[in-house]
């Protein structure tokens, strides 16, 4: 059986990043759900780490391409996605444990194809943590909708499956 959701981590020099990730994921409300790190042409070491997650939990896909960029390794995960929503997250985002189960639940049985969910942004600067919301918006949206409150550049989260590429 094919999972709900499926979410695609494009890696690059990100081994510091790739424990607290899985952490993350792997400890989320939502369990019907892969994760896909696509390795984009960054050191063996992110792919025996993705290695490892992958022995721990048969959630996790491992896949590693020759360098072509964070958009190109999407595409990828997006090709081996086997969900029926797809989840974009970097290597560096700290997910809350209710993050897929939030998202999961203002999206479904609606007829919208994106959903955006609130993030934070912190920074720290010498030593102090300064933390501030970007965007407070979560659940379903329009495109146009989307794309007005998020203007490019913007993170989107939850694009449902559809032949869509980046």
Partial sequence: MNPKISVIIPCFNVEK???NIFEDLSMQTF???EFIF??????ETIDNITADFARMDSRVVSVRQRNEGV???RNHGIELAKGE???FVDPDDRLENYYLESLILSV???SINIGIGGFKQIFVRKGSMVD???KQHCGPMSLSEALAVAPPPYKCHGIKYTDCHF
């Fill in 31 to 33: 369990t019907d759900a």
């Fill in 71 to 73: 958009s190109s390794a």
């Fill in 17 to 19: 990043h790739l424990k």
């Fill in 85 to 87: 929503w797809i989840v």
């Fill in 108 to 110: 479904e049985n609606t």
């Fill in 132 to 134: 501030y919301t970007i």
């Fill in 38 to 43: 696509i390795n984009d042409g960054g050191s």
